[in-house]
């Protein structure tokens, strides 16, 4: 059964034969997810016939070690659960290659093996590196790519990378990367993943705006008061992830890529086709649009930072940001960001986009609302009670991929009193089936050469230059806004709250 919202999306050309490379191959990100995803299309029949896949890692294990680890862990993950009858065909596709990232020589033997698969495949020399290793080896591993030739692709095939996030850790570093990369791939064989774009409900909202006469005629400044964009997150720093958060925070581990990236796609015009180019200029836009908060003052009274205090969840004692192991005591990193943003365009003039994340929260949950203005209530005002609240249309990205549309109806009974009700749309009952995990998507996409879902280098370092004046105001003014305190498993602190009461709003209740 095919999926009926892929089918009326894009069509989408068919993807070719190829050999992923995996830099990074040890990693949990390859055992958990990339290994994970090509097995479930494998099960859905949608991998292409001859796809092979090298871990390349620095490692020393055998092409059997390599297997048995990914089988492992694919018993356990796969979305589809994990047949012996089709591992088994899938497994032997899958081999090891040991090498320094840095070590030429591991290059030119990587290339050799390539060329034997080649000929053992018939001559198809189509190429697909993910580059999936910590981001310090990125460079690295794209020279070493481009001096031992594998960059070019053979006459009539071609050669892809996939470079996996953060992709820099500000505009600077940014735009080093994207130099590196463009001297090594040509800008439309470069795949920037944000795996947040991959999952099905965030390439709906294209399809729910443009799709749907109801909606796009409402979907600016005169019928829209506000949009709230929440990512919330149950975990701390468990499993150490404490010694990379502490670094990156809140604000460059998920506002620069995956929440920006929502909020293009809420923001954007309709483009003109569904073209890679033509998606993205759209958002480029929105994100250039964005109204700049480059002084300390701008960012205090538009962006709040907070990490949590010790507290409880689901009844268990948590301890607070600085307690948490790998985490320097004295961090003034933020595990928590509420954002006010404006975007200066004539659709979203006075409409403010509210963008909150933080760890240590009640629930794991992101969700996109958008929030209507009132409809006039002259009929309904002498009512006890008024009328509740106002129509809120909901796009939930996970865990619970769905739809929903508030709206106020009359209760059953004799007397006229208003109550506000749900329309609601769950892909996994609507369709008959859970939707394919992001990766599986972008993968796909990139052997089919499409970039549609993938950053443009304009895009990252918009997205940068906007990021860079926060940390700014943070760490070099001498003036910085102060570190809000919450209490863990609490919903944030009381300052962001304060933030959208300025406006008149409140945080939709999760």
């Known amino acids: 059964m095919t999926n009926p919202f892929r089918e009326d999306l894009v069509s989408r050309s068919q993807p070719e034969p190829c050999t992923v490379v995996i830099f990074g191959a040890t990693g949990d990100l390859t055992h958990r997810k990339l290994v994970p995803a090509l097995y479930n299309l494998a099960v859905d029949g ?7 896949i090298i871990g390349f890692a620095r490692r020393e294990k055998s092409d059997a070690e390599f297997r048995t680890g990914l089988e492992e ?13 089709i591992w088994a065909p899938f497994a032997e596709n899958i081999h090891y290659h040991t090498s320094e990232f840095t070590d030429a020589d591991g290059y030119k033997r990587l290339a050799e093996r ?16 993910y580059i999936a290793s910590a981001p310090e080896f990125f460079d690295d591993i794209l020279i070493s790519l481009k001096n031992a030739g594998l960059n070019q692709a053979a006459e009539g095939c071609w050669a892809r990378v996939i470079v996996e996030k953060p992709f820099g850790t500000d505009l600077a570093t940014a735009k080093h990367l994207n130099q590196v990369v463009n001297e090594t791939f040509h800008e439309s064989d470069t795949y920037r993943i944000d795996h947040y774009l991959g999952k099905e409900t965030a390439q709906n909202i294209m399809v729910l705006r443009f799709a749907n006469s109801i909606f796009e005629p409402l979907w600016n400044s005169r019928f829209i008061s506000h949009v709230q964009i929440t990512c919330a997150e149950n975990l701390g720093m468990e499993g150490g992830r404490g010694g990379y958060y502490d670094k990156a925070g809140a604000l460059r581990d998920m506002v620069q890529n995956h929440l920006l990236q929502l909020l293009s796609l809420v923001a954007m015009e309709p483009p003109t086709d569904l073209s890679a180019d033509g998606v993205r200029d759209e958002k480029v ?22 990490q949590y205090l010790a507290g409880h969840i689901d009844g268990t004692p948590v301890p607070g940001y600085r307690e948490e192991d790998r985490v320097d005591p004295e961090s003034m990193t933020e595990a928590y960001i509420a954002l006010r943003l404006k975007i200066d365009t004539w659709r979203w ?4 986009f509210y963008i909150r994340m933080g760890k240590r929260l009640p629930k ?7 929030h209507f203005k009132d409809a006039p209530c002259v009929l309904f005002n002498a009512l006890p009670g008024g009328v509740p609240g106002g129509n809120v249309l909901v796009i939930r990205i996970q865990p619970d991929e769905g739809i929903s549309l508030r709206m106020v109806s009359k209760l059953p009974g004799t007397s006229l009193r208003l109550e506000p009700v749900k329309m609601d749309f769950h892909y996994a009952t609507s369709f008959g089936k859970g939707s394919p995990e992001a990766y599986e998507r972008l993968l796909l996409d990139c052997m089919a050469g499409d970039a549609t879902l993938f950053a443009r280098r ?4 918009e997205a940068w230059k906007f990021i860079d004046n926060i940390e700014n105001a943070w760490h070099k ?13 609490s919903w944030g602190p009381k300052e962001a709250d304060n933030l959208l009461q300025e406006d008149g709003f409140s945080w939709r209740r999760l």
């Open 285 to 306: 836009k929105v994100i250039r649009s964005l109204r700049q908060w480059d002084t300390p003052e701008k960012v205090a009274a538009n962006v709040i930072r907070a």
């Open 349 to 352: 003039s006075g409409v403010p």
């Open 364 to 370: 794991k949950t992101t969700e996109i609302s958008v």
């Open 458 to 461: 304009d895009e990252v370092e």
């Open 114 to 129: 390539l060329d034997a698969i080649d000929r053992e495949r018939g001559g198809k020399g189509n190429r697909l590196f």
């Open 477 to 489: 003014s001498t003036t910085p806004p102060p570190m809000a305190t919450f209490t863990a498993g």
């Open 46 to 52: 949608e991998l292409p016939t001859g796809v092979k």
């Open 73 to 85: 862990l694919n018993r356990k993950v796969s979305r589809s659960g994990h047949d012996d009858k």
